[in-house]
């Protein structure tokens, strides 16, 4: 989301755990339902939590709980009142306090950081993640996230097309017809700041007990599927059991900008990507979009950037330039949302529950709002707010 300039500077500070001056922190919230997480004007991370999202005010210096950047990013897993991190060799698990966060257990998974997770039931994650040496090897861990022990792990060997295209990169991991499905491309570095991504999606099938490889599936129709969906959403089964994923071949994840962003479909009696579904969302909007959550009712809900309103990829956070779509899967069409436009490049920006989407943007006018779209009637209403302290909310999770 932020360019790799800003990232360098967030990761050489040294953040207090406490913002501000004389705040009372017991005063401080931990057990609400919703949890954000903001990167703030100063520099600071914070975490914040609420019972409601469909109005009130919160402010960084009084609500926030401070989170170092050397402890903790934005690609947290948030599950059941417990946070989860990859960091320095450990998986981390965490309980929120006022002060911060507390760690409660680890697992040492060393070399490693995080493609994708997977939820099979409520006490198991199942962790993709590839090596920090090649970034061309991939692992799946399966870990009891109660007992807090890894009851498997395993690496699977998918090999590149290309001598050129080394770098493997996750697009989803998902349980289907009692298969495990896994989609992945492979990218190549250009020059220092740019990299490519081959011309073709891949998924793989594997017995999802012993992981073992059954098939690999391509699809030349778009590129690099998905993504780490610890940052962002792309992926859903709908009610019917079918499996709807986005293709990412803009400029902030695939780059291979000439490839569509696109929705495609497994259906719900098969284990192959659907050769007559092509939802081509770069057709309907001209541009490409990023993060896409199920709304229900063969809805969803679509981030799309604005070519005209940024120059590279060096602007492309900072830029107020993203809007949000509903798009019907059945009929293939989209409807832009009145909202302002957002900004920040990759964000965990929507929560669907109740027969509501809460969608967190940070506005041109430096309003850091959570609004509220109720699906059935397509009202579209201001909730939360919180103050300029905030630069970006990059994450709204329910958190019990």
């Known amino acids: 989301m932020l360019s790799n300039r800003f ?6 500070l040294l953040i207090s755990f406490i913002i501000g001056c004389g705040t009372d922190d017991s005063k401080r919230m931990t057990d609400g339902k919703y949890s954000l997480y903001t990167m703030n004007k100063d520099l600071s991370n914070s975490i914040l939590t609420t019972n409601n999202l469909d109005s009130g005010n919160l402010t960084i210096s009084k609500d926030g709980i401070g989170i170092p950047t050397q ?6 897993i948030v599950k059941d009142s417990h946070f989860y991190f990859l960091r320095a060799g450990k998986f981390r698990k965490y309980a929120i306090e006022p002060k911060g966060l507390k760690e409660i257990a680890q697992l040492a998974i060393l070399d490693q950081h995080i493609e994708h997770i997977n939820w099979p039931s409520r006490d198991t994650l199942l962790l993709f993640t590839s090596d920090n040496k090649t970034n061309s090897r991939l692992w799946i861990y399966k870990i009891n996230v109660n007992d807090f022990k890894i009851d498997q792990q395993q690496e699977i060997k998918l090999p590149s097309p290309s001598a050129d295209f080394k770098i493997l990169s996750i697009g989803f991991g998902t349980i289907h017809r009692q ?4 989609a992945y491309a492979f990218n190549k ?6 990299f490519t991504t081959i011309d073709t999606m891949y998924v793989a099938t594997l017995d999802k007990t012993t992981l073992q490889l059954e ?4 699809d030349t129709r778009s590129s690099y599927p998905g993504g780490v969906n610890t940052v962002q959403s792309y992926s859903f089964h709908d009610e019917n059991g079918n499996f709807y994923f986005m293709s990412c071949p803009g400029i902030a994840l695939g780059n291979i900008p000439s490839k569509s962003t696109a929705i495609f479909r497994i259906d719900s009696n098969s284990t192959r990507i659907n050769p007559r579904y092509f939802f081509n969302l770069t057709a309907k909007t001209h541009n490409h979009a990023y993060g896409m959550w199920y709304l229900g009712n063969s809805q969803a809900i679509i981030r799309s950037e604005r ?15 993203f809007e949000y779509y509903v798009v019907d899967l059945i009929t293939q069409t989209t409807t832009k949302l009145n909202l302002p436009f957002d900004k920040g490049t990759r964000k965990e920006s ?4 109740n027969g509501k989407a809460y969608l967190t943007i940070d506005d041109a006018k430096d309003q850091h709002q959570v609004w509220v779209y109720d699906i059935k009637s397509g009202e579209i209403t201001v909730g939360l707010q919180l103050d300029q302290a905030t630069d970006f909310i990059v994450r709204i999770d329910r958190l019990n």
Do not use: A, G, M
């Open 7 to 12: 990232l360098l500077i967030l990761s050489t």
């Open 71 to 76: 402890q903790f990013d934005r690609s947290i």
């Open 350 to 353: 929507v929560l669907v529950e």
């Open 307 to 321: 070519k005209d309103r940024y120059t590279d990829f060096s602007d492309h956070h900072s830029t107020y330039q």
């Open 189 to 194: 570095v250009i020059n220092e700041t740019d």
């Open 215 to 218: 098939n690999i599936q391509k």
């Open 179 to 182: 298969r495990l499905l896994i």
